[in-house]
């Protein structure tokens, strides 16, 4: 009886364990897809550091080309015809310019005889300052600069009294300081300059720079 019973207890616990492990292997194994999954962001870009903008510059100095015409005078008056250049914001400073040029004149020094022709040219450069454009569109400016002259004479004369004509030619040259001033509106202006010269005197000057904003 013991046998028997002792069998039917070793084929009970025979029989539950595979569901036993069945079911432990199933819990083991099973896998939950819907559990939140961590995910890596991959960024759609990657900015080393934005453009920094180029320094402002400076506009540098502008040269435009002018002519010149009007009265000149040293020791004696007549017509002066030039022409040059004027270079706006010298020195990179809008204020600020620079007026190189050269002048012809049918006059200059001191003719003591009775049949003179005198010549003079000048070539010279003036800085100048420019003043606040008034409410007419008219602006003021000074300067000075430096400037070379040659003066030629010319002249015929009777020494003797008798008829008898000589014909003498000279001439001279100088270096000295000019010093000027004047008006701009537009492409056009006005200016004087005094001194500097062979023999002193200047000129007073109507001015025109074509291509300049009107």
Do not use: H
């Amino acid at each position: 009886m013991r046998k028997v019973f002792g069998l039917i207890l070793i084929g009970a616990l025979f029989l539950a364990a595979p569901a036993n492990a069945q079911s432990l292997s199933s819990s083991a194994l099973k896998v939950d897809f819907s559990a939140p999954v961590m995910k890596t962001t991959t960024p759609s870009s990657v900015s080393f550091g934005e453009a920094t903008p180029a320094p402002r510059q400076t506009p540098e100095t502008s040269w435009g080309p002018i002519l010149l015409g009007g009265l000149g005078f040293s020791g004696g008056g007549g017509f002066a015809v030039g022409g040059g250049v004027l270079g706006d914001n010298f020195l990179k400073n809008n204020d600020f310019r620079l007026q190189i040029d050269g002048l012809f004149q049918n006059v200059g020094g001191d003719c003591a005889f009775d049949a003179c022709d005198a010549s003079q040219i000048q070539i010279g450069a003036m800085f100048q300052y420019k003043f606040a454009e008034s409410s007419s569109g008219w602006q003021g400016f000074v300067g000075g600069g430096i400037v070379w002259s040659r003066i030629s004479w010319s002249f015929d004369e009777d020494i003797f009294g008798c008829g008898v004509i000589i014909d003498c030619d000279t001439s001279g040259s100088a270096m000295g300081i000019q010093l000027g001033g004047g008006m701009d509106k537009g492409n056009i202006g006005f200016e004087g300059r005094f001194g500097g010269v062979y023999g002193g005197g200047g000129a007073v000057l109507f001015r025109f720079r074509p291509g300049a904003s009107k």
